[in-house]
């Protein structure tokens, strides 16, 4: 199925600048990134292609893009992490995301 890779969801532009995407596990998972969020270095995290999608058949033949999850108004964003889960993240990352 084809979906937004990390890189391309920059939702919402005005406040959001992908600096580096720590991991993309692909269609059937979740990537998390560092990110720029209005000026503070923050994480994101987001499903590649949201449930619902799987059963949709236009984006099952991939005639239509998967926005995945989070989303708003039809565009795809990154859940943005509270600042108190940035030492979990940063833990996790070099653990869990090689």
Request: positive net charge; proline residues 5%.
């Amino acid at each position: 199925m084809k979906y937004y890779k990390p890189l391309q969801v920059v939702s919402p532009k005005k406040y959001l600048k992908v600096i580096k995407i720590i991991c993309d596990y692909g269609e059937k998972s979740y990537s998390i990134a560092e990110l720029d969020w209005d000026g503070k270095i923050c994480y994101g995290i987001r499903w590649n292609i949201a449930r619902n999608e799987w059963n949709d058949e236009e984006k099952r033949n991939e005639n239509k893009k998967c926005i995945g999850m989070p989303s708003s108004r039809g565009y795809p964003v990154w859940f943005i992490l509270p600042d108190n889960f940035n030492k979990f993240i940063e833990s996790s990352i070099v653990d869990n995301c090689k």
